[in-house]
């Protein structure tokens, strides 16, 4: 113990029976690491009991007077409770990460909830949505790690024309060779899928405007926690230093909450089409569209 008390039954009595259930601050701490030292009642200074008055709270060593119960201090008075979940990084996409894109990519694909009962193939949704990104020149991506292990991502291209050009030619080729085939499609989900892959990809007529474009999708369990803000940052940070004047991307009609959390983001809708909302955002380091200055 770096306090300098043992690790006693009676230490781990006392974390139990006054409810301290979290890593509080510590500031000048002596007892047990959950306590901080030098507070009497949440306001009044104390002083450092000496070993021959040690009869406070069992293992502590401090009067009883320095550890009230949690319950019983203001709340606004109240430690901190410490943030006990897995470690957080946000890094450039390598290839080493393509198996849990792929994953990720088919847990989320139905608006957020995996698509197991809707596609047969668990690489299909990803051979469109996510790998093209870490193959094409232009495209840029970032994974969210927990813990080391990528269990979120934002891929995109700054160029989307140069992107989808790129894609007809050399990418979806192979792809569709391996759904040339397949029988019924045994969901409308795959049914879109199979068209979106065998299909010539659609450039929007806005591109001009909004060139660049992303896709981002993050776990269940990894969600709510800011990290998807600023997964998609990262990315929107490096496009405005490469100089695009804009970006697009296409949100599920009936998906009000992705819809909210891009709005928030500052993108703002541009088209809304049977099934899909179109959103876009402006280079704030670009010239105002129109100017001349």
Partial sequence: NILGYDNSAASYETKQSYGYDALYQITSA?????????????????TRASPATRSGRPGTGLPSTVYPRASSCPADRRPFRAYTGPMKTIRPAHMSDLPYLYR??????ADGRGAESLVRD?????????????????????????????????????????????LEADWL???????????????DF???????????????????????HLHINIDAAHRGDGFGRRLFEAWRTKLWARGVPGFHLGVSSGN????????SLGLQIIREEPGVVW???DNPQMPIRGSTG
């Fill in 173 to 187: 080729p192979e792809v569709r060779a391996l759904y040339a085939t397949v029988g019924e499609p045994q969901s």
């Fill in 30 to 46: 002596t007892g047990t690491s959950t306590k901080p030292y030098g507070i009497n009642d949440y306001g009044a200074p104390t």
């Fill in 104 to 109: 990720i990519c088919h847990d989320t694909a």
């Fill in 122 to 166: 668990r690489a299909m949704v990803g051979h469109f949505f996510v790998a093209p990104y870490l193959f094409h020149p232009d495209g840029q991506a970032f994974v969210l790690t927990a813990d080391g292990l990528p269990v979120g991502y934002v891929a995109g291209a700054a160029n989307s024309i140069s992107f989808y050009q790129w």
């Fill in 190 to 212: 795959e049914t879109w899928m199979l068209a979106t892959i065998r299909g010539r990809p659609k450039a929007p007529e806005f591109l001009a405007a909004w060139p660049g």
């Fill in 256 to 263: 009000r909450t992705v819809r909210n959390f891009y709005e």
């Fill in 279 to 281: 959103m876009a955002q």
